[in-house]
């Protein structure tokens, strides 16, 4: 019982310290006047949502930061002491855990300084591609790194088949994974409330997958990352008074990968993600579509949500429609780690 009470605390502080920011950095981000600049290619009906504050992850980065710097000390301190059991956190386990947030908060810090440039020059170029790659490959390549320092790192869960050495391919393709994914999360930041919802409910998904496998300190982990997404949900759910920018996404997007890598089931990121991949999917179908039939589309706008607007679903539907779809997913997740018992 008592790691399922320092979940919810997680859970608890995460959304109370990102839900009370917003009542003084959104006024703080209006008079910095960092609004957000509407691209060209979007939606017309968005162009209302022009000025708009961005770079809001920063809120749930301290709420979610700040909850685990408190819960997860003291979930150590009492799995020391005896009060829990221990199974599968090892040392090795921690280190995972801590180099997760680490990989997380760099991507952030990549975000941020993509919306910096993008607010001061008041237009939507920021980073080029290039040097977004490169950082995302640096970052994720020392995340790797330090996995493979651990030990264990190319032996991965796999339903029905166990344990899995994958050997050296385990590094090319989890670099290909995290860095594809991190994009695609950040792509899925596109409507209101729509990338906060999908990863709360992928956040609820590795808490009951965690607990599962008796990996309770990455339930501590999913929990604040939870409460974080509910937080900001308070600020950012339609019509968003905030928006969290590259900020925000690249540093959900890293604490996507790190919550499936926590668990030791990186196999389980495409089907938690499906929202995700399909977001990046429809952009890249769409582009090599076009090309290949010199300028006919597939979908009328990409990403994929972008379609759905156009078909004339409103934005509160497609968040909704789009979160069920990722718990039907995440319900499959869980039944396949079951194959794992």
Not at 21 to 48: A, M
Not at 87 to 97: A, S, V
Not at 281 to 310: C, D, N
């Amino acid at each position: 019982m008592t790691q399922e009470f320092i979940s919810l605390l997680a859970s608890v502080l995460a959304f109370g310290i990102t839900a009370a920011l917003g009542i003084k950095v959104i006024p703080w981000l209006h008079q910095l006047k960092y609004g957000q600049t509407i691209k060209e290619i979007g939606p017309k009906w968005h162009e209302k949502k022009q000025g708009t504050p961005t770079m809001g992850g920063i809120m749930f980065m301290v709420g979610i930061v700040g909850a685990l710097a408190v819960c997860l000390p003291l979930y150590y301190y009492l799995q020391q002491k005896g009060v829990i059991a221990s199974y599968y956190e090892t040392q090795g386990y921690w280190i995972r855990m801590i180099a997760g947030i680490l990989m997380a908060l760099l991507f952030g810090a990549v975000g941020f300084l993509d919306d910096y440039i993008k607010v001061i020059k008041k237009q939507n170029d920021g980073l080029t591609p290039g040097q977004k790659m490169i950082f995302m490959i640096l970052i994720s390549g020392g995340y790797l790194a330090t996995l493979a320092m651990i030990g264990d790192a190319s032996v991965t869960s796999i339903p029905f088949l166990g344990d899995v050495n994958v050997g050296f391919l385990f590094y090319p393709i989890s670099m290909f994974m995290i860095v594809g994914f991190v994009n695609a999360v950040n792509l899925t930041d596109g409507i209101d409330g729509l990338c906060s919802s999908v990863t709360f409910f992928a956040a609820i998904v590795f808490i009951m997958i965690a607990g599962m496998r008796s990996m309770f300190g990455m339930s501590v982990f999913s929990a604040a990352v939870a409460g974080g997404c509910l937080g900001f949900l308070v600020w950012n759910f339609f019509p968003a008074k905030v928006f969290m920018g590259d900020t925000g996404s690249l540093f959900l997007g890293g604490l996507f990968c790190a919550m499936a890598y926590g668990v030791n089931m990186p196999v389980l990121v495409p089907l938690v993600g499906i929202i995700y991949l399909c977001e990046a999917g429809s952009v890249m179908l769409q582009v090599a579509y076009f090309k290949a039939t010199h300028g006919k589309r597939i979908f009328k706008m990409s990403p994929i949500h972008h379609h759905f607007e156009m078909c004339g679903w409103s934005e509160v539907k497609i968040v909704w429609s789009f979160s069920v779809i990722t718990l039907i997913a995440g319900v499959i997740a869980v039944a396949l780690t079951m194959a794992l018992r």
